[in-house]
């Protein structure tokens, strides 16, 4: 019986792979990559020489019963996505779960993700905290914005640039415009960057100044 690594991979800076990422890279049967051109150009700087092949949203449903018989018969496959924990709003929820009702041991090594430095950067309380990802575009967006508006943890949400205004202002809405909110921008980048303030502030903030890159998004809990 092989073995399943899920390998976080770097958020902007690519000398944020550990020596053990390399090192279980490198000894991998196959690497399994989200997107092989964006991986090739890490193991291209690493020297990882193993054999990639692509498993991202599109093909994981139909792909992951093939993998589980391969680590069954020997294999140790390395899940990588295009930047930080792979699983983490990312492919590696589907194939860790077939490998564990499997009984095929999972090891998600410790490494780079954008929610941890963001949160932490925030000065927001980090003893309690949900994760939220992506909210939904349309449906259940409003729902989801009510129910998280009575919680009393710090909240984190993925969100790309150009809907940040749109997401601020509803959390004017849903939150109201005192409640504290942190952004952290390009994460270990050139341009890395944490605005923080109101709910109110930040959103003027990037309507003078539209954002860029991506971000993570910190909400202060319900007081
Ligand atoms: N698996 C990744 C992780 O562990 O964080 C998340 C992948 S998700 C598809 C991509 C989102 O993560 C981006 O839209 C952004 O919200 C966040 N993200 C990724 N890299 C970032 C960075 N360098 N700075 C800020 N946010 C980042």
Sequence with gaps: MGKLYLVPTP????????????????????ILAEDTRTSGKLLKHYNITTHMQ??????????TD????????GDTIALISDAGTPSISDPGFLLTRA??????EV??????????PALVN????SD?????????VKK????RLLLLSEDTRTIIFYESPHKLLKTLKQFVEYFGADRPVSVSRELTKLHEETIRGTVSEVAAHFESKPPKGELVVIVGGKK
């Design 66 to 73: 093939a993998i589980v018989q391969k680590i069954q018969s």
């Design 122 to 125: 925030s000065g927001l309380p």
């Design 11 to 30: 958020i902007g800076n690519l000398k944020d792979m550990t020596f053990r990422a390399i090192e279980v890279l490198e000894k991998a049967d196959l």
């Design 107 to 116: 090891d998600c090594l410790p490494g780079p993700t954008a929610f941890v």
């Design 128 to 136: 309690k905290f949900v994760f939220e990802g992506f909210l939904p």
């Design 99 to 104: 490998c564990v009702e499997a009984g095929i």
């Design 54 to 63: 692509s498993h991202h949203m599109h093909n994981e449903h139909k792909t």
């Design 140 to 143: 259940g967006r409003q729902t």
